[in-house]
């Protein structure tokens, strides 16, 4: 799986769109960016992935570059319970044993 | 459902004890996997499993052992504990074909070895 890097932390105001980026420069053609989060003390929390396309759903949006070596995952309107580690994984999907592979993350804080 | 659970969520062992964590899953999932997190790390894959009877090693399973008996069910063993297997541990499970792929953690065990 290629390797990711992260800004180690970040701060942004509640309310405000919070822009997390990622790179990942040896992404190969079958592999998917996925990102997590984990709120202190809990599992891990699925939150989107993509392969070429930009993606939306009901929690963030993940925006990635047309060459495809790095990605930004928008969280639109922060909340202070957006305060977490986010984690980008780039894996391929359907490898054996579909097993993910984290890094050391981003440290968000949303201060009021 | 109540997705992934662990236990117990805590415990405290002693130098050379053993222990079992338990983790079940009540969504079908094929794939289960246990993780561990240091303080302020990643998390590191221990063991994982494809289905029922089959399981394989993970970035980091010295000192670890599991099984698979049915689908629901991925307990982790520890025999003989050692300080540096103070951790917190995560159990997870994930679909194997079509969705997202994504993977299901549980609330996972805070474990002391002293």
């Known amino acids: 799986d290629a390797k990711t890097t992260q800004p180690t932390s970040m701060d942004c105001a509640e309310g405000r769109a919070a822009n997390l980026p990622c790179n990942h420069s040896t992404i190969s053609g079958n592999e998917y960016v996925y990102w997590y989060r984990q709120i202190h003390s809990q599992g891990p929390q699925y939150i989107i992935h993509g392969l070429k396309n930009n993606e939306t759903n009901e929690m963030a949006s993940l925006i990635i570059t047309e060459d495809r070596k790095s990605s930004t995952l928008i969280l639109p309107h922060a909340t202070l319970r957006d305060t977490a580690v986010y984690y980008c994984?780039?894996?391929?999907?359907?490898?054996?044993?579909?097993?993910?592979?984290f890094g050391g993350g981003t440290r968000v804080l949303v201060k009021p | 459902n109540a997705g992934v659970t662990q236990t117990p969520k805590f415990r405290i062992l002693k130098i050379g004890q053993s222990m079992t964590l338990q983790c079940t899953q009540d969504?079908?999932?094929?794939?289960m996997y246990w993780y561990r997190q240091d303080p302020g790390m990643g998390l590191k894959l221990i063991y994982y499993?494809?289905?029922?009877?089959?399981?394989d090693k993970g970035e980091v399973p010295n000192g670890y052992n599991v099984s698979r008996s049915t689908t629901e069910d991925f307990p982790l063993r520890l025999e003989l504990a050692a300080p540096s297997q103070t951790s917190v541990y995560f159990c997870?499970?994930?679909?194997?074909?079509?969705?997202?792929?994504?993977?299901?953690f549980g609330p996972g065990t805070r474990l002391t070895v002293t």
């Open positions: 997870a499970s994930s679909y194997t074909t079509g969705g997202s792929y994504e993977q299901y």
């Open positions: 499993s494809v289905g029922a009877g089959i399981t």
């Open positions: 969504m079908n999932h094929n794939y």
């Open positions: 994984i780039v894996r391929v999907v359907v490898a054996a044993g579909n097993k993910l592979t």
